[in-house]
T-cell receptor, first 116, second 113 residues
């Protein structure tokens, strides 16, 4: 398996523009997580899905952020409108609860977002 | 409120010596703990984990110790190698069917040749 695939790797956008980050989880994994990494707050969970259903979105900072998982192999994180303080590295991760309920999550390489 | 804390932002050790990375947590409901390693421009990768019913787990050069009464865990790397230089994140999970992981801010380990 190619692992968790995120696109784009880098995104530079102007303040006020819409940004869409994409993620393809590992095939067969039933959990998908979106994390954001900043110097100040470290790795913080934004939202996670189980079997394509959002379970906990309490980490989503504002209504400007939204996430969808239309099927088991694709998820998006959208920011509209974007602001400079959204600049961060966004990670997608997936995990499987098959077997012994292992909670090891596999991370993608991240999308570095810069909002100018 | 930070439920998982890594109080040392950085650590520097000599090659061949022991590296000890520490992590404290506040939530007594956490029942599973993990360590991740992260190289620049890459995503975190899983390293080792421990269940709250154990106090030690070993995998090659890596050992994780858990002290539940102190709400403290540590990662020992022996012997340390230059390739171990990375940011190490401690993570914890609450019990039940909640698979949400809470991460610390990380510790940058530098192993000098």
């Amino acid at each position: 398996d190619a692992g968790v695939i995120q696109s784009p790797r880098h995104e530079v956008t102007e303040m006020g523009q819409e940004v869409t980050l994409r993620c393809k989880p590992i095939s067969g994994h039933d959990y998908l997580f979106w994390y954001r990494q900043t110097m100040m707050r470290g790795l913080e969970l934004l939202i996670y899905f189980n079997n394509n259903v959002p379970i906990d979105d309490s980490g989503m900072p504002e209504d400007r952020f939204s996430a969808k998982m239309p099927n088991a192999s694709f998820s998006t994180l959208k920011i509209q409108p974007s602001e400079p303080r959204d600049s961060a590295v966004y990670f997608c991760a997936s995990s499987s609860t098959l077997g012994q309920g292992n909670t090891e999550a596999f991370f993608g390489q991240g999308t570095r977002l810069t909002v100018v | 409120d930070q439920q998982v804390k890594q109080n040392s932002p950085s650590l520097s050790v000599q090659e061949g010596r022991i590296s000890i990375l520490n992590c404290d947590y506040t939530n007594s409901m956490f029942d599973y703990f993990l360590w991740y390693k992260k190289y620049p421009a890459e995503g975190p990768t899983f390293l080792i984990s421990i269940s709250s019913i154990k106090d030690k787990n070993e995998d090659g050069r890596f050992t994780v110790f858990l002290n539940k009464s102190a709400k403290h865990l540590s990662l020992h790397i022996v012997p340390s190698q230059p390739g171990d230089s990375a940011v190490y994140f401690c993570a914890a999970r609450s019990g039940g069917s909640n698979y949400k992981l809470t991460f610390g801010k990380g510790t940058l380990l530098t192993v000098n040749p």
